[in-house]
Structures are given as C-alpha cells and as structure tokens.
C-alpha cells in the first residue's frame, strides 16, 4: 500500500515508517521543515492551512501522529494553545484535504491517548466508557472529533487511544532509568494511580494491525492488557535493573516541579484494557511488565 504518515520523525513514528517499509509499504511524509521535503517528502503547516495535496493522491492509509510533545513543557497558556492546535488544526486541514481529493484512502488512523478517559482510580476502562474531564481529557475528545469527520467521507476512521509508551530511547522509561540505575528510583505521588502502558514494539504492531483489520473502527485503546500501578511499575522496574526503589517522590514535590502537568500525566491514573485489539485477534509481544522490562533493558 501506499501509506501518508505525520509525525513521522517522532518516538512511534520513526519506529512505524521502519516497520512499515520493512513489510514493502510505499511510505510518503507531511513535514513543517522545507528543508525536509523531497522525494516521498511534502510539506504542510497546519497553523497557516496549507497542505501539498499531492501527498495525499494515490494514497491508500493514511496514519496521523503529529502533535506538539506533551510533555515538552509546562502547561501555560501559551502552552496549551500550542498542544491543542497542533492536533486539532492539523486533523482538521487533513480533513479538509481530503475531502478535495478525487480518489480518497480508505483508511485514516489518527493517533489519541488514554488521557481521554481522566483521572478514573481503579475504574476498568474500555472503548466504550466515557470522557473524563480537564484539559487532556477535552484536547483528546475534541481531537477525536475532527478525526471522526472523515467517515461521512467515505473512510474508515481509527483512533489509537495510546497509553504510555515503553522504549529506551524516548518518552517515560528513559527519563526514568537513570535515576533507576543508580538505586534513586520510587513511586510517583501515592502509586496508587494506573498506568496504562504498551512497549513501542507493541505499539507499533498494533498500528500496523488497525491499517490492515477492516473489522476495527472508532476509539481502540493502544494499551497492554495488564495495565498496573505506579508502586508496581518502579517496584517492576527496579527488579528487573537489581536496585531497590525506595525513594518516593511526593505529589507536592512533582506539582511545584510540572505544575498542571503533573496531576494530568504523572499522579492521574487510568485502568485502560484493549478490548478491541484482543476481541479483533491482536497478540501482544509484551503482554506483561517484566517481560517488557527484559526485551527493553536486555
């Protein structure tokens, strides 16, 4: 197929288009860097509404990942400003480019996150339960919603609610193992909050696996299907490294060092499962969190 990626130069995007072009996918890009563009390379700005609509002719899938990081900085207003348009506009102009094509894809995956669902405690989460509320939780629906107007286009539109994703080389897990590897690691706030997690690995498969299962559509948690506490993540973590995880960092500690930020990503906590992904067939490389530990740290 010929498959249209954004982000493609983020965590789960560079590891997505070395996936995909590895299976023979024709992979073409959007980027905001003139520098950038070329061949298989296109430029876009969502912030202005201007799209090469050549990068979406003859396409099949298009898979949406860009997106302001985050948790780049803190969340001033600016801030926020910058997280929601840099997932709004562009799903929008997307949209909108598409509905100026002739020949349509067939597939949009546009990428969400688990912090739609709010802080929800020890609550089992699936596709089907409801918003929560806040700033992530509003940003991920609205996001949702620009995404779901594809499909009076003729589209099937999924939405990867992901969770946190687990690699050595970006996002969580590697702001933690340093501090883990010299016996300074311990739980987050009270640990009592969920983390919902899935290794990059994982993550990517199950992308790959929403492009080609004509079954799936709508919000599918890109999660594992043990998600755990904080308190059980470091207790895991430091287990696997042989180092005690002892050093608790208390959730006034964490607000006065990420203000709004922490109570958002760090001490809320969302019991997600993937029941979509298990009921359409996935299998998980990674279903549980030592076993993922070990692949990851070797």
């Not at 840099?86 to 949009?108: C, E, M």
């Not at 930020?261 to 809320?268: C, F, I, K, N, P």
Request: charged content about 20%; aromatic content about 6%; glycine content about 10%.
């Amino acid at each position: 197929m010929r498959i249209l990626i954004t982000g493609a130069r983020g965590l789960i995007g560079t590891a997505l288009v070395e996936r995909l072009t590895g299976a023979g996918h024709d992979i073409v890009t959007l980027t905001r860097s003139d520098a950038d563009t070329g061949r298989g390379h296109y430029a876009w700005n969502p912030e202005t509404g201007e799209c090469d609509i050549r990068a979406l002719r003859a396409v099949d899938v298009i898979v949406h990942l860009a997106g302001e990081n985050i948790g780049a900085r803190r969340w001033t207003p600016e801030q926020k400003r910058r997280l929601r348009d840099s997932r709004i506009k562009s799903t929008a102009l997307l949209v909108d480019t598409i509905s100026r094509l002739d020949h349509r894809p067939r597939v949009l995956v546009s990428a969400s996150a688990v912090g739609y669902y709010g802080n929800r405690g020890d609550e089992l989460l699936t596709e089907t339960s409801a918003p929560g509320g806040g700033f992530l939780s509003d940003l991920c629906r609205d996001w949702e919603a620009e995404a779901m107007k594809a499909m009076p286009l003729g589209l099937r539109v999924v939405c990867t609610r992901t969770g946190m994703v687990l690699s050595r080389h970006g996002g969580t897990l590697e702001r933690l193992f340093p501090m883990f590897r010299i016996g300074l690691g311990g739980s987050l706030g009270s640990g009592n909050q969920y983390w919902s997690w899935i290794t990059l690995q994982d993550a990517v498969r199950a992308i790959e696996f929403a492009i080609t299962g004509d079954r799936i559509t709508g919000p599918v948690n890109v999660v594992s299907p043990n998600p755990v506490t904080n308190a059980e993540f470091t207790k895991s973590l430091a287990r696997v490294l042989h180092r005690p995880a002892i050093f608790p960092v208390p959730a006034p500690i964490l607000r006065l060092a990420l203000g709004e930020m922490a109570d958002s990503l760090v001490l809320a906590g969302q019991r997600a499962v993937a029941a979509r992904l298990t009921d359409a067939g996935f299998c998980f490389e990674h279903p549980d969190l030592s076993s993922a530990f070990r692949a990851i740290l070797g």
